[in-house]
């Protein structure tokens, strides 16, 4: 008998997301698409040494991006005055 891992979605995981999301604001361009991708490919790792299948994990990966990118914007947009 076997059974597929499912994590709690990443992108669910709103203290991570915010955290990756303003930390990337601080950042230059550059660096914040080279600190987005490291920090997808951290979670690639974890979730590959717990035994997710890759397919779970490209799913799980698009989706964390999507919400990093989304909470980007709504920091943004949120902020004090509409000021970046």
């Not at 999301?21 to 997808?40: M, N, S």
């Not at 890759?54 to 990118?69: F, P, W």
């Amino acid at each position: 008998m076997t059974a597929d891992v499912l994590p709690f979605p990443l992108a669910r995981r709103a203290d991570l997301i915010q955290r990756q999301a303003e930390y990337a604001l601080c950042l230059k361009p550059e660096k914040a698409e080279r600190h987005i991708a490291r920090q997808l490919l951290c979670q690639a790792d974890a979730l590959t040494r717990r035994g997710v299948p890759d397919h779970i994990i490209q799913r799980e990966l698009k989706s964390m991006e999507a919400a990093i990118r989304a909470a980007m914007w709504h920091v943004v947009f949120d902020a004090p005055g509409g000021a970046v």
